[in-house]
DNA sequence: AATTGAGCGAGAACGATTATCATTATCTTG
DNA sequence: CAAGATAATGATAATCGTTCTCGCTCAATT
């Protein structure tokens, strides 16, 4: 039986997705279309695509990882309350480059920014007061 | 027995930190400084300064997370190959904030940048060919 | 065909975080 | 002040994402 091509199959995943996606939630997504592969492979791949570059990685507050495609990748602004993510429109990072001075030499290839705060449907939302039960997920 | 604040004395260790700090090390270290308090304790308060904006959450690459206040904070220029990490000067983001466009309106409470790619050191070296067994960040 | 080595998947191991629960301190009320 | 209600605490267990282990399979090479 030929052995699939794993690393084109995670590759095409991650581009059909409009979010950044756990590790977790490929595997199953993968499962679930019938593919045989095992976690740690995805694990394993995911490894590989981050160091050569291809990945971008949101550490989520709570400890697990979004992976996207660095390509064309996004910006979230996070809501620390409801855990909603709203998308920017334009990655600014062309525009920041230019004005920022690195302290030696350096060549950028990808880079990760995240906004943390209030969506418009939190901030008028009255301070937790009692134990804040709330999971933070 | 008077019951010591515990929330007032993690917000000074944190202060204290020259570096993001994760919450078992935190709780090591009010341990050590004779205090009596639980890891439970520690991860309650840190959720609630969580909540309140109060913390900057770096999510690694294996799960934990670090903490550090808010207010003051750092960023780096990570190199996937080395791993060294070189800190900016300054935070850029007080600059960037009046160019950036919201989809919707968002309250901003911290956030996090981090840039990848090849340090001078690195950026005429061979590719990696063998099995890449370096640990990812 | 035999050898070699990389890739694979199932499951165990690991470790950080979260949930549980009995206990204790603090607040409320009379 | 006494007594009950409420909230905080810490030891421990449970959870869960990630990494490690280990036979096994496949494919390239000789
Ligand atoms: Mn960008
Ligand atoms: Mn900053
Ligand atoms: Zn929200
Ligand atoms: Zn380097």
Redesign the pocket.
């Known amino acids: 039986?030929?052995?699939p091509d794993?690393r084109r199959l995670i590759l095409e995943t991650l581009q059909k997705q409009e979010q950044p996606i756990?590790?977790?939630a490929l595997f199953a997504q993968l499962r679930q279309q019938g593919q045989?592969?095992?976690?740690?492979?995805v694990?394993?791949?995911l490894?590989h695509l981050r160091r050569e570059g291809l990945l971008c990685c949101h550490g989520q507050p709570?400890?697990?990882?979004l992976y996207s495609l660095a390509e064309h990748h996004y910006h979230y602004l996070t809501c620390i309350r409801c855990r909603r993510m709203i998308r920017l429109p334009a990655c600014p990072w062309q525009e920041w480059e230019k004005t920022l001075k690195f302290p030696e030499p350096f060549q950028v290839l990808y880079h990760e920014l995240q906004l943390f705060g209030l969506c418009h449907l939190c901030q008028g939302l009255p301070k937790e007061v009692?134990?804040s039960k709330t999971?933070?997920q």
Do not use: D, N, V
């Open positions: 039986m030929a052995r794993h756990s590790a977790q045989t592969i095992g976690l740690a492979t694990y394993r791949i490894s709570e400890g697990e990882i009692g134990g999971p933070l």
